[in-house]
């Protein structure tokens, strides 16, 4: 029996996750349950898996936890302490899979004691990477990359010590505005944003999906997880997202890693990990398929790329920066105080105006994170006053 954590548990990746353990009751045994609010829900998961500890992130739901979790014998707890508690647990593995640098501190935790970490959460490479980094190999923790495209090339890499490696891709599906004027774009409500073609994810990486900035995200991801600069990281729109990732090597050859669009492929892969965990996931029918399609990503309609690449070739605080920027306007956006095209304009505004320099520890992160924040919500005021109707004029 492999000891497991969910971070963010009742989350898209982190009921795929349970979703896999259901199907394997004798591999895995859960140690610790998080969710930030969804009580009932997390009550739910908790009765099934039985979890050592069930944590809520947002103090002022947990009564309802207790509640729902009366003589059930199951611990609870609450907030930050909480949700570090849990990641302290002695599991084997951990999947990171809160959204934001909400899951920064409870990731570490895990890191601290030398957890193997399936991270989803990609904030933690791109706001601290770094001193991620650092930490991952100070306490001899161990990074399985659970997002698809950096699974995906870590699969493809099987065998090679880097060296070898030329260049990787990663593919993107063009989110829902793949083919949208500028003008729809501009008039985007929150509900189409959401509606993803392929994948179905939570609402913050479905919109960053929408402006592409999720792949620009997982630029600076790839960066940290594989070291390779810029330019020998690329990106391709595949509307079909059957391709998630290619490894270039210098022999020339290309190795690929092919699935269907379901998270439960790379999240197997992370729990098995060396081996294969069978699932019971779609297979790929490329028969049926037929065609798959590769092109250039379009920076005019989709600027979150050349600016999250900038931020790459930046360095030092831009990618915390460029994170925290986009969390206050994604939610701005769902919340109807921007248009879809303010997201990424407000972001170029917040990285112009700061002339914050590289963090040197993750005090530093949380400052840069929190200014950056400030900064944002500033920017959204200035816009937000102008109605609505207007935006998508
Ligand atoms: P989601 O919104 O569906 O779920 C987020 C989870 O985090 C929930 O359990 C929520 O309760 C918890 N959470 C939210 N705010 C929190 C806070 N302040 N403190 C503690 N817990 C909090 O998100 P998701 O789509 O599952 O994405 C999770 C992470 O995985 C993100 O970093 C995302 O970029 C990454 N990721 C997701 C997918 C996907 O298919 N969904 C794919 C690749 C990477
Ligand atoms: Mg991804």
Not at 75 to 96: I, K, M, N, Q, S
Not at 194 to 215: E, Q
């Amino acid at each position: 029996m492999t000891g497991l954590t969910v971070l963010g548990a009742t989350g898209s990746i982190g009921q795929s996750t349970l979703s896999l353990v259901d199907e394997h009751p004798d591999r895995f045994r859960i140690r610790a349950l998080t969710a930030h609010s969804r009580p009932d829900e997390l009550a739910e998961l908790a009765l099934r898996h039985r979890p050592d500890l069930t944590v809520i992130g947002d103090d002022a739901h947990h009564a309802r936890l207790k509640e729902r979790l009366a003589g059930s014998g199951l611990a609870t707890a609450a907030g930050l302490d909480g949700l570090l508690a849990a990641a302290e647990l002695p599991a084997e593995r951990v999947v990171a899979g809160i959204v934001g640098i909400a899951g920064l501190a409870p990731t570490l935790a895990a890191v601290r004691r030398g957890a193997v970490v399936a991270l989803a959460n990609k904030e933690c490479l791109v706001a601290a990477g770094d001193l991620f980094r650092a930490a991952v190999a100070r306490h001899g923790a161990k990074l399985l990359p659970l997002d698809s495209e950096h699974n995906a090339l870590f699969q493809a890499m099987v065998g090679s010590d880097g060296a070898d490696v030329e260049k990787l891709t990663i593919t993107a599906s063009g989110g829902p505005f793949r083919t949208a004027p500028l003008a729809e774009m501009r008039a985007a409500s929150p509900e189409t944003a959401l509606r993803h073609p392929n994948w179905s994810m939570g609402a913050k990486i479905s919109i960053d999906s929408a402006t592409m900035i999720n792949k620009g995200l997982e630029l600076i991801e790839a960066h940290q997880l594989f070291g390779l600069p810029d330019d020998r990281l690329d990106v391709l729109v595949h509307p079909q997202s059957v391709v998630h990732g290619m490894v270039h090597y210098r022999d020339g050859s290309v190795i690929a890693q092919l699935g269907c669009s379901d998270m439960r492929v790379p999240i197997a892969y992370c729990l098995g990990h060396p081996a294969r965990l069978p699932s019971s996931v779609p297979r790929l029918d490329l028969a049926r398929l037929a065609t798959l399609t590769f092109q250039a990503p379009d920076h005019e309609r989709f600027p979150a790329l050349p600016l999250a690449r900038a931020c790459l070739r930046a360095g030092g605080a831009a990618p915390t920066i460029l994170n925290a920027a986009d969390e206050v306007a994604v939610a701005a956006f769902l919340d109807r105080r921007i248009g879809f095209l303010d997201i990424v304009a407000v972001i170029e505004e917040v990285l112009a105006g700061s002339d914050a320099g590289a963090p040197a520890d993750l005090d530093a992160v949380y400052a840069i994170d929190a200014e950056a924040r400030r900064a944002a919500l500033q920017a959204v005021a200035q816009r937000s006053h102008r109605p609505v109707s207007e935006l998508a004029s």
